[in-house]
C-alpha cells in the first residue's frame, strides 16, 4: 500500500524557516516524482514544485522559487521541503503529492502557522 | 500559467441526482485534466486522470469527459458520501494549475 506520512503541524515566528517532511512506503521511491502543493482557505491549491526520487532534479513554481527548497533522502525514501523568509502569506496547509504533474497518492498535509 | 476556470462554486443535489461539474481551460490541454475530491481536513483524491480515466477503486457513477479547453467530470446518481469539494487540475504544461472548486452538498 502506497503511504506518504508527513511531519506535523509547525507554528514558527515570522522571518524563521521550516523542514517539512514526507516519508513514503509502499513503492520504489526512486522511480517517481515527488511534488508540493500549498493550499489556503478560500484559494486555488498551488503547485509549489517536484523532485525526481532518482536523482533529486527539482523543477520549481516560479513563484516559490528561493521560498521553497526541495530534497530528497533516498536512504529513508524521505522528501524534505524548506521553506525560508516565512510571512504571514505562507500560513497554509502543505501537501506532499506523488506525481510530476499529476498526483495520484497524497500526503495527509501538515498545518504551518506562521505568527509571532 | 494556464488558468483553470472551474464552474459552479457550489452545488447542492438530491440522492440519486446526476450532477454535472464544469472546468474551462485558458488554452488548449490536451486532455491532460485531472479531477479530485476533497473531504473536510483530508488530503484530495484523485477521481479521473487523463480527462475520462478512472482512477482505481473509484465508483463507475463518476465520469469525465472533454477536449480541447473544456472539461467535465459527471457524478450519476449522487450518494451522501459523494459531499465534498471537487477540484480540476491541468497537467499540461507547467506550472500545473488547479481550478477553484466546486463545493458539492446532499439536499
Known amino acids: 500500500e502506497v503511504q506518504l506520512q508527513q511531519s506535523g503541524a509547525e507554528l514558527v515566528k515570522p522571518g524563521a524557516s521550516v523542514k517539512l517532511s514526507c516519508k513514503t512506503s509502499?513503492?520504489?521511491?526512486?522511480?517517481?516524482?515527488m511534488s508540493w502543493l500549498k493550499q489556503m482557505p478560500g484559494q486555488n491549491i498551488e503547485w509549489i514544485g517536484n523532485?525526481?526520487?532518482?536523482?533529486?532534479?527539482?523543477g520549481y513554481n516560479q513563484k516559490f522559487k528561493g521560498k521553497a527548497t526541495l530534497t530528497v533522502d533516498k536512504s529513508s525514501s524521505t522528501a524534505y521541503m524548506d521553506l525560508s523568509s516565512l510571512t504571514s502569506e505562507d500560513s497554509a496547509v502543505y501537501f506532499c503529492?506523488?506525481?510530476?504533474?499529476?498526483?495520484?497518492?497524497w500526503g495527509q498535509g501538515v498545518m504551518v502557522t506562521v505568527s509571532s | 500559467d494556464i488558468q483553470m476556470t472551474q464552474s459552479p462554486a457550489s452545488l447542492s443535489a438530491s440522492l440519486g441526482e446526476t450532477v454535472s461539474i464544469e472546468c474551462l481551460a485558458s488554452?488548449?490541454?490536451?486532455?491532460?485534466l485531472a479531477w479530485y475530491q476533497q473531504k473536510p481536513g483530508k488530503s484530495p483524491q484523485l477521481l479521473i486522470y487523463?480527462?475520462?480515466r478512472l482512477q482505481d477503486g473509484v465508483p463507475s457513477r463518476f465520469s469525465g469527459s472533454g477536449s480541447g479547453t473544456q472539461y467535465s467530470l459527471k457524478i450519476s446518481g449522487m450518494q451522501p458520501e459523494d459531499e465534498g469539494d471537487y477540484f480540476c487540475?491541468?497537467?499540461?504544461?507547467?506550472?500545473?494549475?488547479f481550478g477553484g472548486g466546486t463545493k458539492l452538498e446532499l439536499k
Open positions: 503529492a506523488r506525481g510530476g504533474s499529476y498526483f495520484d497518492y
Open positions: 509502499g513503492y520504489t521511491f526512486s522511480n517517481y516524482y
Open positions: 523532485i525526481y526520487g532518482g536523482n533529486g532534479g527539482t
Open positions: 488554452e488548449d490541454i490536451y486532455s491532460y
Open positions: 487523463a480527462a475520462n
Open positions: 487540475l491541468q497537467g499540461s504544461k507547467f506550472p500545473p494549475t
